[in-house]
Each structure stands twice: as C-alpha cells, then as structure tokens.
C-alpha cells in the first residue's frame, strides 16, 4: 500500500473559476500558490502552449491534471518526469455518448432531412433496431455508447488497438479488419482518441468500402476523417450520410461544403457543454486529488507512449 504523501494543489492558469478550486477542497486539500504547489489542476480549453510555459518556471509540479479526454495538444509538454492525467476514463464519457446517439439516430431516422423540408414529403430512413453498427474506439464513450445502443437489439462491432472482449459487443477486432468492419456496417461511430495510426483512419478506401446507405458518426477528433474525401463521398452518394460533433478544420469555415449537404449534419464540438464541465470534471478533480493525498494511483493516467 502506498503512503500518503503532502498535498499541496494549485489551480491554473491565473482566474481560473471558482468551482475547480471548490473541488479541490471537496478532496481534502488547500488551493496553494503554484510556486508552492506539487500538483497542479490545469482547466484552461484554449492555450495548450500556456501550460508548457507554467511548466517551465516551476520544475516543482509533480502530477498535472488536464481537463480534456483526448491530449494531443498537451503532447509536446508531456514526459515521464512528471505524472500525467486526463479527463478520459468516463468524466464526459455520458454527455457525449448521449450526442453520438442522437445524431445516429437523428441520420438513419432521416430527421435532419425532414427538418429542412417546408412540405410534407415521401417516406425515407432507416430503423436503427437490429442494425449493425461499427464503433470505432474502446475507452469510456466508446462502452457508453454501446451500452447505450443495447435497447436497440443491434450487433456491434468495435474496432480498437487492443483486442478483448467488451460488454455488449459481438466482435471485436484491430485496424487490420477495419474495413471487413466498416463494410457490414449500417452506421459507424467514431469515438477514440487522436494519434498517429487514428489520423485519416476514414479516407477513400475506408468510404467506398461502406454500404451506401450507411451514415457515420464522428464525436471523436475532426482528423479521424479526411475531410476532402468526406465532401466526395457525399457528393457521390458513396455513403448514406455524416453527422459530425467535430471537423477538420474546426470550426468548420463558412461555405464550406459540408454545410450545404442535407445528409449532412454539423454540431460545434458540444459533445460536453460549458454548463456540463464544472460538476462532471469536478468531480474528477476532487476523486484524483484525494488519490494523490493517499498515494494511491490516479485516474486516467496518461501513456505518453499511447499518446492518451
């Protein structure tokens, strides 16, 4: 058992709001100065490259907490002096797993179509009840979608680095088996994390390779998806549809292609809302500061390696 240790917790950057510093001391321990800090909850969404800097001038730090799941952005600050958590692990697994949800069924019900109509109209989608649907991914959204999708009677498929059983999933496999996955598929949801081998996972092969009337679903990273084959295929009806929490590039421009597409549905990154953040990622705050006080190990933890 491992012993407990001084915990001295500092909040940043300067102004950061007052419900991350309430979750610290929910965890038992004392918002210090982060001169004086050795763990430092980290809650800004916007200025990776301020962190590096904060890092710099105060070598004291020992465990950095970020507020997100995916950490590409903290990558090039991150190394194995220091210990490293994220948001990943079930902090925003619900929310987000709630959206993909909606914008799968929102796809193969046809309601986005039905939205933009101004007359009644013919008949069109498809039931998502029995359907086969191939998730890409195996972290916390990833099993909160499945889980979700169980009422559903569908035969899922996941798609991960590592293969082991899931619940409520009926084969799992590698990349190697992508598109064999992709190609029984009635829908794909993209729910992993952004690395090396998940950047352009889905570009032409992976799309002609998918059912005509399939829709995909990305509440991962805009880069899973080659945004230029995206726009073709749904120009050539290659596929049935994309509902996307999430582009390359982000935010989408205005007059972009894939605004002008009635099988094509764009949400802005609100897999997790604002008001969402302070009770779901305090929540991990206050848990992992009370762990790191009784020098037990964190949640989510970080692989550099991984790159998640």
């Known amino acids: 058992m491992n012993s407990p240790r001084t915990a001295r917790i500092a909040v940043g950057p300067p102004g950061s709001p007052g419900w991350a510093s309430d979750a610290v001391v929910a965890g038992g321990c004392e918002v210090v100065d982060i001169a004086d800090a050795n763990g ?20 004291n730090i020992e465990w950095v907490q970020l507020p997100y799941a995916g950490i590409e952005e903290y990558l090039p600050y991150i190394s194995d002096d220091r210990l490293w958590t994220s948001a990943k692990g079930g902090v925003y697994s619900g929310p987000v797993a709630e959206l993909a949800i909606a914008l799968l069924l929102g796809g193969m ?25 191939t998730v890409l ?23 991960r680095r590592h293969i ?8 799992v496999v590698d990349s190697e088996h992508l598109v ?52 073709w295929a749904l120009e050539n009806n290659i596929i049935g549809g994309a509902a996307l929490d999430v582009t390359d590039p982000e935010p989408l421009p205005q007059g972009h ?22 009770a779901l990622f305090g929540q991990r705050i206050t848990a ?21």
């Open 164 to 171: 082991q059983p899931m619940r409520g999933v009926a084969t």
């Open 257 to 278: 292609p894939l605004w002008s597409f009635d099988n094509c549905v764009i949400t802005p990154h609100v897999g997790n809302t604002a008001d969402m953040v302070p």
């Open 40 to 59: 430092l909850i980290w809650v800004d969404y916007q200025q990776s490259g301020l962190l590096g800097e904060v890092l710099g001038k105060h070598p």
């Open 180 to 231: 064999d996955a992709l190609a029984n598929a009635d829908a794909v949801v993209m729910a992993m994390a952004l690395t090396q081998e998940t950047t352009a996972m889905i570009g032409r092969p992976e799309l002609e390779a998918m059912s005509p009337h399939a829709w995909i679903v990305n509440v991962g990273r805009g880069k899973h998806i080659d945004t230029d084959a995206l726009v």
């Open 137 to 159: 991914g195996g972290g916390g959204i990833a099993q909160t979608i499945i889980d979700m999708l169980q009422p559903f009677d569908c035969h899922i498929t996941v798609v």
């Open 109 to 133: 019900r046809y309601t986005y179509g039905y939205a933009r109509k101004h007359q009644w109209s013919e008949d069109a989608g498809r039931t998502i009840i029995g359907s086969r649907v």
């Open 288 to 308: 992992n500061v009370k762990l790191y006080a009784a020098g037990q190990p964190l949640m989510g933890v970080v692989d550099p390696t991984l790159g998640y």
